[in-house]
C-alpha cells in the first residue's frame, strides 16, 4: 500500500510540474494584446514624468515601470500622425501628407485619405488573429476609409475630432453645426443612447467603450488590439467645471517661470542633459509681469482648462490599466503612450476665451502660443514644425511580459519615429506584413521595431528620418539634425550637445549639411512629398499659413506648388 501510495504520489507531482511548466510557456508564448493611447496636441513636458506640474500618476506609473524614449518623434500634424503610427509609412507615401479631406490635384501624397497600398495596423492584425477596435478621433478620411473599412472589427470615431460634450456644437456662417458620432460605421448623433445612456465628457466616453471592446474581445478569446485615439487636449479645450477649479490660480506665476521650473525639473529627471540651454521665448510672447492683473486670471484660466483636461487624460489611463490588471491582462499587453504633435501655438500668443463657462460645451477655448512655449519646453517652436517643439512627443512602453531588460538609464536617447509603432507591433504579435493585400500592391513599411530596445539592444535603422509638412522640412541622422521651415534656410544641428537647436553649425560643417540636403531630396522624391508655398500671417503666432493660397476649402482643394511661387 505504500509503495502505491509513493507512486501516485511522485505521478501527482510530476503532473503538477508538468502542469506549471506548459502554464508557464503557454504564457511566454501567448500573444500579447496592445494598446496604443494616442493623445492630440499635448506638449513634450505636459505629464509629470517628462517634467510638467499637472499630475499624472497613472501615466507616471507606465512610465516607472516601462520604457520611455526622451528623442521619440511624431510629424507634427494630427492626420498626417496617424497615417504613420497605422501604417509604419511617412505620411506623404500613405496619402496623406496634409489632412484629412484635402486633396492636391495630381499629387500621390495629398490625397487626404489612406489609399488601398498602404495596409493598417488593424488589416494586419486582425489577420493575425486579433480582434482590433479603435475610439476617438479618427480624421484618416471618413468619407473614403472609415475605420470599419481599414481593419477595425469594432469602432466608436469621430470623423475629426474636436468634441468633449453630447451638447457641444459649432456655428459655421450663423448656423448651427453638430458633429456625428460614428459607431461601428453606423451615423449617430452625440446624444443617442446608444452612445452612451447618461451624459458623458468625451475622454471617459473613449476609455468606456476602450474597456467595453476590450470585453467583446475577450468573449472571443482573442487577443486585443486597442487604438484609443483621445481628442483631449486638443482645442476647444473642455473639462468638467469642479475639476477645472482645481487648477484655478497655480498659473498665476507666468509662462517664464513655470517654463524655468520645468525645463529644471527635466534636468533633475535626467531628461535633459544640463548643457543645452533654454532657448528664449518668441518676441510675440508678451512678458508676463506686463500684463494687467485681469489678463493673467484669463490666461490662468485657460490653463486651468488646458490642465483638467490632462488630469482627465490621466483618470482614464489608470481606469483602463485597473481593469486590465483585475482581469489578469495587465502584464501581457503592451501599452503605447505618445502624442501626434507638439503643442499648438494656433490663435496666437493671446489664445482664446469665448463663451461661459470656460471649458464647458458652449465655450470655445484656445491654449495659444504663449502657452505653448510652455507645453513644448525645453524646444523651440510648435505644432506645424520640424523644430523639437513641433515633432518630440513623450514615448511610454510598458509590458512586463515583453520587455526583457529595463534600461539603466532612466530616458532611453535613441531617435524614432511614429513609423516605428507598426513594425514594432508587427515582430510582437508575430504577425506578417503582406506584399499584396486584396488583390493590390502594398508598399513597403519605412519604420523599425523597437523590440531591441525592449531587450536592452542597439536599435539599427538603415536610413535618416525624415520630416515634411506644410514645407517645414528636418533630417534626423544620428547625433546630426537638418531643419528649415517653409522657404527658410536650412540649419545644422549637433543633437548630442544642443538638443534644444540653438546654435546652427551649418557654415562649420558644410559637408555634413550637404549630404543630408541630397538624402532628403531623393527622399522626398521616391516618397511623394509636395513642395509647398506660403505667407506669414501676422496674426497667425508666428505659423506659415498656407490657408491664404489655398483658395477653395472641400474636397478637391488644390494645394500649389513651387511653379507657382512668387
Not at 220 to 243: C, D, G, R, W
Not at 386 to 391: K, M, P
Not at 444 to 471: A, C, D, W
Request: aromatic letters at 12%.
Amino acid at each position: 500500500m505504500a509503495k502505491i501510495i509513493c507512486g501516485l504520489y511522485i505521478i501527482l507531482v510530476f503532473t503538477y510540474v508538468s502542469f506549471v511548466a506548459n502554464a508557464s510557456t503557454e504564457s511566454l508564448d501567448k500573444k500579447p494584446n496592445i494598446v496604443v493611447i494616442l493623445l492630440d496636441d499635448m506638449g513634450f513636458s505636459d505629464i509629470s514624468s517628462y517634467g510638467g506640474e499637472i499630475p499624472t500618476p497613472n501615466i507616471d506609473k507606465l512610465a516607472s515601470n516601462g520604457v520611455k524614449l526622451s528623442q521619440f518623434y511624431n510629424t507634427a500634424r494630427c492626420s498626417p500622425t496617424r497615417a504613420s503610427l497605422l501604417t509604419g509609412m511617412y505620411p506623404h507615401k500613405a496619402g496623406m501628407g496634409y489632412l484629412a479631406g484635402f486633396e492636391r490635384q495630381g499629387s500621390r501624397g495629398t490625397l487626404g485619405y489612406l489609399h488601398d497600398r498602404a495596409v493598417t495596423a488593424a488589416d494586419v492584425l486582425s489577420d493575425a488573429g486579433y480582434f482590433t477596435a479603435m475610439t476617438g478621433k479618427w480624421h484618416l478620411g471618413h468619407n473614403e476609409t472609415p475605420p470599419h473599412k481599414r481593419g477595425f472589427q469594432a469602432s466608436l470615431a469621430l470623423p475629426a475630432g474636436g468634441v468633449y460634450f453630447p451638447d457641444q456644437a459649432s456655428f459655421k456662417k450663423g448656423q448651427k453645426v453638430v458633429s456625428p458620432i460614428f459607431l461601428n460605421g453606423k451615423k449617430l448623433q452625440l446624444d443617442d443612447n446608444r452612445v452612451s445612456d447618461e451624459y458623458w465628457y468625451g475622454t471617459d466616453l473613449w476609455t468606456d467603450w476602450g474597456i467595453k471592446f476590450i470585453q467583446e474581445a475577450e468573449a472571443t478569446n482573442k487577443p486585443f488590439f486597442l487604438y484609443l485615439s483621445h481628442v483631449a487636449p486638443h482645442f476647444p479645450v473642455m473639462a468638467p467645471q469642479e475639476t477645472i477649479e482645481k487648477y484655478r490660480g497655480r498659473y498665476m506665476k507666468g509662462w517664464e517661470v513655470l517654463r524655468r521650473e520645468r525645463y529644471q525639473r527635466q534636468i533633475e529627471l535626467g531628461l535633459l542633459d544640463e548643457n543645452w540651454l533654454l532657448p528664449e521665448m518668441s518676441p510675440d510672447v508678451p512678458d508676463w509681469d506686463s500684463l494687467s492683473r485681469e489678463d493673467k486670471i484669463r490666461y490662468d484660466h485657460i490653463m486651468a482648462v488646458y490642465a483638467a483636461a490632462m488630469e482627465h487624460v490621466d483618470a482614464s489611463v489608470g481606469r483602463l490599466t485597473q481593469y486590465l490588471k483585475e482581469q489578469g491582462q495587465l502584464d501581457n499587453t503592451l501599452i503605447l503612450f505618445l502624442s501626434d504633435n507638439g503643442g499648438s501655438a494656433e490663435s496666437g500668443p493671446n489664445g482664446m476665451s469665448l463663451g461661459s463657462p470656460l471649458g464647458g460645451p458652449t465655450s470655445r477655448v484656445f491654449v495659444g502660443q504663449s502657452w505653448a512655449e510652455l507645453q513644448n519646453t525645453p524646444f523651440k517652436l510648435y505644432k506645424h514644425f520640424s523644430t523639437e517643439g513641433g515633432i518630440a512627443t513623450p514615448f511610454i512602453a510598458h509590458w512586463p511580459t515583453g520587455i526583457s531588460k529595463r534600461p539603466e538609464k532612466e530616458f532611453l536617447d535613441t531617435p524614432a519615429h511614429v513609423i516605428d509603432i507598426l513594425p514594432t507591433l508587427i515582430d510582437v504579435s508575430d504577425a506578417t506584413y503582406p506584399a499584396r493585400y486584396r488583390d493590390t500592391d502594398i508598399l513597403p513599411m519605412n519604420g523599425v521595431s523597437l523590440v531591441p530596445l525592449f531587450e536592452g539592444k542597439r536599435l539599427s535603422r538603415p536610413e535618416p528620418i525624415f520630416f515634411e509638412h506644410e514645407g517645414n522640412r528636418a533630417v534626423r541622422d544620428g547625433r546630426w539634425k537638418l531643419v528649415s521651415r517653409l522657404l527658410g534656410s536650412w540649419r545644422l544641428y549637433d543633437m548630442d550637445a544642443d538638443r534644444t537647436e540653438t546654435v546652427d553649425l551649418f557654415q562649420k560643417h558644410p559637408d555634413i549639411a550637404q549630404s543630408m540636403i541630397l538624402q532628403y531630396e531623393k527622399w522626398a522624391q521616391r516618397d511623394f512629398v509636395d513642395q509647398w508655398i506660403g505667407k506669414r500671417r501676422p496674426d497667425s503666432g508666428g505659423l506659415w499659413s498656407v490657408k491664404e493660397r489655398l483658395y477653395e476649402h472641400k474636397p478637391g482643394l488644390i494645394i500649389p506648388t513651387r511653379d507657382n511661387e512668387e
